[in-house]
């Protein structure tokens, strides 16, 4: 190579090693989150305050996923929303055990970890004290004493004893008062009259959720169980709580959160808020989250066995109703619901049981329900960013 042709290279090689690498774009999507406030059975009386919970955690959380924020996030910030309500069997008014006192388990997970307590009391959040061990420790599972410790080692106060034991004091006129939008459609058996588009669209028998053709989700009418064939309860049975989410990154997250079964024994916990694939699963290819029976979700494990019919490349709705189904046969119980994601945030809720209350937001809309013959949609009005704006946010990285 003569002297000029080298000079030339030398020249390129700086102007090359000079030159920015492309900045990557980053891709931002509509995010989704669903809310859960257990399985089980309500009495009538408190249907209404059990939706109005459960539609106001999926809209304070949602808000969230739209100015930014993480997965992991909002699923705390939802479920922190449950454990303040004595309406659900977690922290604040959980079912008692042996001792009468509240004794409550929390996990959470995302794609990379996951964090879990045990035997914890006195915490007014325990899915907080989870976050920490996800975050704080090289564990996932840390229980009693040690809980306690690691809660004060983290700021997160200890309450005095007997707290989060409270009775129910709000008075129900303040809940009479709420509003909904609904579509109740005219049902023939066998079909729902669509309200918004006036075409008749035939009912799944197990999922939830439906999609129309414009492929925007909205809850409907499931036939799987007729609610006038259940003896109408007169006390509240209900199990753990839980929210999965999607955030603008397209990052999953998984929550429960649960004071187990009344009248436990001391030292027990909770498989579904202590046992990772029972009660919550989340990878890459989706997430869910459980409530139920304890001991037969424990022997089965669905939370891992749905995600694992999403790597199989499964529909979300066949990969849950499957599942259920499936675990309903083998254990002999149809005391069980489940609420997923899969990786492209596409929604599902699903349940066996009399009571589901369920919640979940997207593209600007709250979605609800409880029985199996409930439906209801509103717009969600407090959202304080354009559902379009895709800028930077407090939370980016």
Known sequence: MCDYCS?????????????KPEKKKRIYVDP????????????????????FEVKNAAIEAYSDLINGRSAI??????????????LFNCAKGGCLDVNDEIVTDAAIMTTRDAGCVGAVRDIEHPICLARRVLENTKHVLI????????????????????TLNICESLPSSMFESMTCCTNEGEYDGTEWKNDIDDEKEECDPDCVIKRSIEGEAYPYCALSTDSDLWD???????????????DRKKRLASGTSTAGEPGKPIGSVSAIGTVIGCGIYTDEYGCTSISGNDMSIYCYAP??????KLSEREPINCAV??????????????DIGAIALDAKG???????????????CRKGYVYYGLAQNEKYWEKVTILERPLDCMCISSDEE
């Open 232 to 246: 109408e309860p007169t006390i509240l049975q209900a199990g753990a709580v839980g929210v999965v989410a999607y």
């Open 7 to 19: 000079w030339i290279d030398q020249i390129l090689a700086r102007v090359k090693a000079a030159e």
């Open 303 to 308: 939370a891992r066995r749905i995600i694992n």
């Open 321 to 334: 109703n499957t599942v259920l189904q499936s675990f309903e046969k083998e254990t002999g119980t149809s």
């Open 346 to 360: 596409e929604p599902c809720v699903s349940f066996k049981c009399m009571h589901f209350p369920w919640a979940f």
């Open 143 to 162: 229980v009693e004493k040690g809980a306690q410790k690691l809660a004060l080692d983290n700021g997160i106060p200890i309450l005095p004893p007997g």
């Open 73 to 86: 996030d909002a699923v705390e910030r939802a479920i922190s929303y449950m454990e303040s309500k004595p």
């Open 32 to 51: 989704i989150i669903i809310v859960h406030g257990g399985a089980g059975k309500i009495p009538r009386k408190k249907h209404e305050r059990m939706l």
